[in-house]
């Protein structure tokens, strides 16, 4: 039996929650969501500009942890951009601060 996943700590929910590339219709846009530890995750790190380890430590979760959200949150926000797809943030195992 896989241990219970810990919840991540977070800011707050999103302002915003959908992002979808202009001129393109809604029915036509496919999506990819990105939870909100992983937006909390690129938050910090690229936004804010805390390293790694304080990013970490604010999220309550470990380096390693942290690393594989940030990686996670790019991967698809770069596969929308590049193929043109909506971001949908929701979901995820957080509690807010």
């Not at 979808?20 to 790190?45: D, I």
């Not at 804010?48 to 430590?57: H, N, V």
């Not at 043109?84 to 979901?91: F, L, M, N, P, T």
Request: positive net charge; hydrophobic residues 35%.
């Amino acid at each position: 039996m896989p241990r219970p996943r810990l919840r991540r700590r977070v800011k707050g929910n999103p302002k915003i929650t959908y992002f979808k590339p202009a001129g393109v219709r809604m029915q036509e846009l496919e999506e990819t969501t990105l939870t909100v530890e992983e937006y909390e995750a690129v938050r910090l790190k690229d936004f804010e500009g805390l390293g790694q380890e304080e990013s970490a430590a604010k999220m309550e979760v470990s380096q390693p942890t942290f690393h594989r959200l940030l990686l996670d949150a790019r991967k698809k926000i770069a596969d929308a951009i590049v193929n043109g797809k909506a971001i949908k943030i929701e979901g995820g195992s957080f509690k807010i601060k």
